[in-house]
């Protein structure tokens, strides 16, 4: 071949080796690197359930799988209801608990694993090829250890967290979110796009079971001082506390597993770290 | 040829109501006359006297920017085929801005060469109309200069100016809290705020909400802690010299000076909000938008708190109903072929009805449907559900049954495209649409309940006003009136799924998640 082959044939010469080898080495990035920010207003082309009940988690956790039972029809046909509407996907012996929003390369995800064994946790990424890295990581990592259950308790998906995260998640249905160094946005037309921001801070707090906790890190002072500023204004977070937070295994964890920090640890920069619990709801 | 009348709105109980047509709001009285009671004109047009000279010079509009009276009109990034016809439409550019534009205009921006151009003044059409619930006061929403304005009604048709309210973005829809003091205005960039009906004159700028705190323009934005590439270093050493030549450039906007509050948003275009109470008389917010979510949230003051979601749709939300006497019960409509019924306290669908097959037994050839309104229309225990879907030259009316089905039971042909409806309370009680006659002008018709059936029973023919009436183009009309169907996603719009674009040194080293 007279030239070099670029970018493009190269990833797809991968990922024909891919199909034909089957998943069990791990991806490698350089394969799967897309342009840093995605634009969250714009429509992509999302693919995302009508309603959480919707959500075919199967394919994500395929352990958790129950073992028998036909397609459930949780609802009585009692209206005009058309019949497919009445058909939902099997559920899991356990629902997804804990959310990584923007998980990037899944760094966090693969080191919780171990961590949160008996717990469901779930990726979100917007990066198309990012999200497919993540997923052919974790199909690896259950190769190589098929002898024991590490690694089938996380799985990852390409969504829009800022649009459609209730049409994934039950209201009061997680315990844990990581908002790991979130896209900084510096420009102030720009900041409706950040992912902290007190008209968002409500869904979360949907999304949350009172006594949750939104987990935040960046290496950019100014967006922590605008997360800890947009959280705390929030009637329905309040900060958790350094001694608190220090003790939290969860924090250690993403302070030097996710991609992000290893290389903010390699470039001697800095990381900030805050913690918000999610209060009851007031009486209404 | 007048211009129809494209939003409607009762005032109060009785036979008035109020009309827009073009830049201007008239006023009725349908037990009396058909001629209009009273008549208001957008100041820009009376300003400038002859509204089509000023349509074709730009003097009115660069007149108004110099005295500061307005907002200075966007330069606007306009493709070959959109230099010719950009008169109204609005918000092109405004769009590109606002979450989910639609694809096709995007995609169409960047393959054409577009070019720079300063728009024909774009007309401040009156967009929102609504009325506090004893009629006592008018609001409506222009939509060029994203002006909300509430006048005074006496009662009799009389319509006095009380304020006037420049909103950050352009609101998308209105309603009101139930003691009627506080306007909900919903816009386009996902926010729903808060204003008083009446504006407190001795409000200072301090209440407004605090901006960000001020912090220094060394501590702002990226550092040498954040970025770590050649390329990029030497990209933040030019960026600290730029930064002190055009540190104007980047400031946060300034809010509204008048009494405002952010009471909740979506990440997403807002179609549609609706207030309510539920069966103890806890207040509730009613929200819908372009990416198929309808959000319930609690009233004022626990507005952050997200209730449920009434999840559902497989397109745009744009219309919501909810009837007075079943308030329990939510009925929505939008880009699907069906109208939902749903217990929204509970976030639970109840049903669906198809609204598309009736649509095609007025137009065969029908596909899709946007819905553009629905109102809830009460008759001697009776609810009646009517609808009005874009570019569909009828009314349906569905019946809500006792057991919260919803029944067909009535397609009302018209003249032309119904372009809004409105519910009279008079005695038996009135149906109001506007119709947006082809090669003629606009009117408004009064249905009555007849029997079983509706007849019309009156028809109020739109005067042209050659003095304070824009003329426009018919294409160009249909896109200021005709604005809904643009809400569907295309599935053109690739975003940013191809990856990086292929540019040689593509910096990969900047921000991004893990």
């Known amino acids: ?284 | 040829m007048s211009l129809p009348f494209q939003c409607l709105s009762r005032l109060g109980r009785g036979a008035l109501f109020c009309a827009a047509k073009g830049c201007s709001i008239q006023t009725f009285d349908l037990a009396a006359t058909s001629q209009p009671l009273f008549s208001w004109t957008h100041p820009f047009l009376q300003q400038t006297g002859n509204a089509n000279q000023a349509k074709e010079t730009h003097e009115g509009l660069d007149e108004g920017e110099q005295a500061g009276q307005q907002p200075p009109s966007k330069r606007r990034k306009l493709s070959f085929d959109d230099v010719e016809s950009n008169v109204g439409t609005g918000d092109k550019q405004e769009m590109l801005d606002t979450p989910g534009a639609p694809a096709d205009e995007k995609k169409g921006q960047k393959r054409c060469k577009a070019k720079w151009m300063t728009p024909k003044p774009e007309l401040p059409f009156v967009v929102l109309l609504t009325a506090t619930e004893d009629g006592s006061h008018v609001i409506a929403v222009t939509g060029q200069d994203k002006t909300l304005w509430v006048f005074e009604h006496d009662g009799k048709g009389l319509l006095r100016e009380v304020s006037q309210r420049a909103m950050p973005k352009r609101p998308c829809s209105l309603a009101l809290t139930t003691d009627g003091q506080t306007i909900l205005s919903a816009d386009k960039f996902g926010d729903v705020y808060a204003l008083p009906l009446i504006p407190q004159p001795d409000t200072s700028p301090e209440s407004a909400p605090a901006p960000v705190p001020a912090s220094s323009q060394a501590l702002r934005g990226a550092n040498v802690f954040t970025v770590h590439s050649q390329r990029n270093r030497r990209a933040l050493e030019d960026q600290k010299r730029q930064r002190e030549a055009n540190a104007k450039r980047d400031v946060p906007k300034e809010g509204p000076k008048f009494a405002h509050e952010v009471l909740l948003g979506h990440v997403s275009m807002l179609t549609c909000v609706l207030t309510t109470n539920d069966s103890q008389s806890r207040p509730y917010i009613v929200t819908a938008d372009r990416d198929e979510h309808i959000r319930v949230s609690r009233g004022m003051p626990q507005s952050h708190v997200i209730e449920t979601y009434c999840l559902g749709h497989a397109s745009f939300v744009t219309a919501l109903c909810n009837p007075r006497s079943t308030s329990d019960i939510l009925i929505s409509g939008g880009g699907d072929n069906e109208l939902f019924v749903w217990d929204w306290l509970a976030g639970k669908l109840l049903g669906t009805v198809d609204l598309l097959v009736h649509a095609r037994e007025v137009l065969p050839d029908t596909t899709k449907i946007a819905v553009v309104k629905l109102i809830a229309y009460e008759v001697e225990n009776e609810c009646f559900i009517v609808a009005i879907c874009e570019r569909i030259p009828a009314l349906f009316v569905f019946q809500l049954q006792a057991d919260n089905t919803v029944l067909h039971r009535e397609t009302l042909k018209l003249r032309g495209n119904a372009l809004d409806i409105a519910s009279l309370d008079v005695e038996e009680e009135g149906l109001l649409v506007a119709v947006d006659v082809a090669g003629d002008d606009g009117e408004v018709l009064a249905y009555q309940r007849d029997g079983n059936s509706w007849a019309p029973r009156q028809h109020i023919q739109g005067t042209a006003d050659a003095e304070l009436e824009p003329i426009l183009s018919r294409e160009d009309l249909d896109k200021v009136l005709y604005t809904v169907e643009s809400l569907r996603k295309t599935g053109l719009d690739e975003g940013d799924d191809e990856g990086p674009p292929e540019v040689p040194g593509q910096s990969s080293e900047t921000k991004q998640n893990s």
């Open chain 1, 1 to 284: 071949m007279a030239e070099p082959l670029n970018k493009k044939q190269k990833r797809a010469h991968y990922r024909q080796a891919q199909k034909e080898n089957g998943i069990s080495q791990l991806p490698r990035k350089k394969f799967y690197r897309q342009r840093a920010h995605a634009n969250v207003f714009s429509d992509h082309h999302l693919v995302y359930p009508k309603t959480p009940d919707h959500m075919d988690w199967s394919t994500y956790f395929p352990a958790y799988v129950p073992d028998a039972g036909p397609i459930i029809t949780s609802q009585p046909t009692e209206t005009s209801l058309p019949d497919t509407a009445n058909l939902y996907p099997k559920k899991l012996t356990k629902e997804v608990e804990v959310v990584d929003i923007g998980c990037g390369f899944g760094g966090l995800l693969v080191a919780l694993a171990p961590a949160l064994p008996n717990t469901l946790l779930l990726g979100m990424e917007i990066r198309t090829s990012v999200a497919e890295y993540v997923q052919h990581r974790i199909a690896a990592l259950r190769t190589q250890n098929p002898a024991t259950d590490l690694y089938q308790n996380i799985g990852c998906l390409r969504a829009n967290t800022m649009k459609f995260l209730p049409n994934f998640f039950r209201k009061g249905q997680l315990t844990k979110a990581f908002i790991c160094f979130p896209d900084p946005h510096f420009k102030h037309r720009k900041h409706k796009a950040r992912i902290v921001s007190t008209t968002l801070n409500s869904e979360y707090a949907y999304v949350l079971r009172p006594g949750g906790i939104v987990y935040t890190i960046t290496d950019v002072e100014d967006l922590h001082h605008w997360m800890v500023q947009h959280l705390e204004a929030h009637p329905s977070f309040e900060r958790i506390s350094e001694e608190e937070q220090d003790a939290d295994p969860c924090v250690e964890i993403m302070k030097t597993e996710t991609e992000e920090s290893k290389k903010v640890e390699r470039n001697k920069g800095q990381k900030f770290i805050a913690l918000f619990r999610r209060l009851e709801d007031p009486p209404w």
